[in-house]
C-alpha cells in the first residue's frame, strides 16, 4: 500500500514550457486536491475533483488544468508555466469530504521554472 | 468565510519544555479545525482534528489542542519537546459546511527544538 505518490519530485522548466504533473492513490479514494506552497502561505488549494470523471477550481487555479479520467488519478497540467508558478506542489487524496476521513498527502513535487 | 491565523511564525524550545503553538480561527459555521505537521521535505500528516465532539482533543506523538469557541482559538500543546518534533506545523478549518473537503491552511509555525 503506497498511499499517495507523486511524479515526478523535482522539475526544473523554463518559461512558457509545459509540464504534466501524475498523483496516483491506491486507497480507493473518492475525493482528491492539488495544492501549492509557498514560503510563508501555508498551502493553498489549485484544483479538485470529488470522483472520477469530475474537477472543480479551488483558490488558486489560474494557468493550471487538471483531469481525473481514473479514479486512482489525478493530474495536474501547467500549459505555459511561468516563474510564478516556481513552488511546491501537493497531492492529496480522501475517502470523502467530511471530516470524518483525513487527508491523505503525497511528498510533494518541487517545481521551478526559470 | 473561513480563515485561520497562526500567531507565531517560528517557535523555538529546549528538548523537555513544553510547546505551545497558537492558532485562531474565524468561521461562519461550526468549525471542523486540525492540526497537520510537516518535516523537512516530507508530506503533511494529521495530527489531531476537532469536529463538534469533545473541546480537549488528543493526538498522536502526545500532542493535543483545545476548541475554546468564546476564543475562537485552537492551540496546540504538548507537555515535553522532543528533537524529533521539529518540523513545521499548519492550523488548518475546514471550508465551510458543504462535504467538498476543502481546507484553508495557516502560514505555518517553524518549531525549533534545541537540545
Known amino acids: 500500500n503506497a498511499g499517495v505518490t507523486q511524479t515526478p519530485k523535482f522539475r526544473v522548466l523554463k518559461t512558457g514550457q509545459s509540464m504534466t504533473l501524475l498523483c496516483a492513490q491506491d486507497?480507493?479514494?473518492?475525493?482528491m486536491y492539488w495544492y501549492r506552497q509557498d514560503p510563508g502561505m501555508g498551502l493553498r488549494l489549485i484544483h479538485y475533483?470529488?470522483?472520477?470523471?469530475?474537477?472543480a477550481k479551488g483558490e488558486v487555479p489560474d494557468g493550471y488544468n487538471v483531469s481525473r479520467l481514473k479514479k486512482q488519478n489525478f493530474l495536474l497540467g501547467l500549459e505555459s508555466a511561468a516563474p510564478s508558478q516556481t513552488s511546491v506542489y501537493f497531492c492529496?487524496?480522501?475517502?470523502?469530504?467530511?471530516?470524518?476521513?483525513?487527508?491523505?498527502f503525497g511528498p510533494g513535487t518541487r517545481l521551478t521554472v526559470t | 468565510a473561513q480563515s485561520v491565523t497562526q500567531l507565531d511564525s517560528h517557535v523555538s524550545v529546549s528538548e523537555g519544555t513544553p510547546v505551545l503553538l497558537r492558532c485562531n480561527y474565524s468561521?461562519?459555521?461550526?468549525?471542523?479545525l486540525f492540526w497537520y505537521v510537516q518535516h523537512p521535505n516530507k508530506g503533511l500528516q494529521l495530527l489531531l482534528k476537532?469536529?463538534?465532539?469533545?473541546?480537549l482533543v488528543k493526538g498522536i506523538n502526545g500532542f493535543e489542542a483545545e476548541f475554546k469557541k468564546s476564543e475562537t482559538s485552537f492551540h496546540l500543546t504538548k507537555p515535553s519537546a522532543h528533537m524529533s518534533d521539529a518540523a513545521e506545523y499548519f492550523c488548518?478549518?475546514?471550508?465551510?459546511?458543504?462535504?467538498?473537503?476543502?481546507?484553508?491552511f495557516g502560514q505555518g509555525t517553524t518549531l525549533q527544538v534545541k537540545p
Open positions: 475533483s470529488v470522483g472520477e470523471g469530475t474537477t
Open positions: 486507497m480507493n479514494h473518492e475525493y
Open positions: 476537532y469536529t463538534s465532539a469533545a473541546t
Open positions: 468561521s461562519s459555521y461550526s468549525p471542523s
Open positions: 488548518v478549518v475546514r471550508s465551510g459546511p458543504s462535504n467538498t473537503g476543502k481546507l484553508i
Open positions: 492529496a487524496s480522501s475517502l470523502d469530504g467530511t471530516p470524518t476521513y483525513e487527508q491523505y
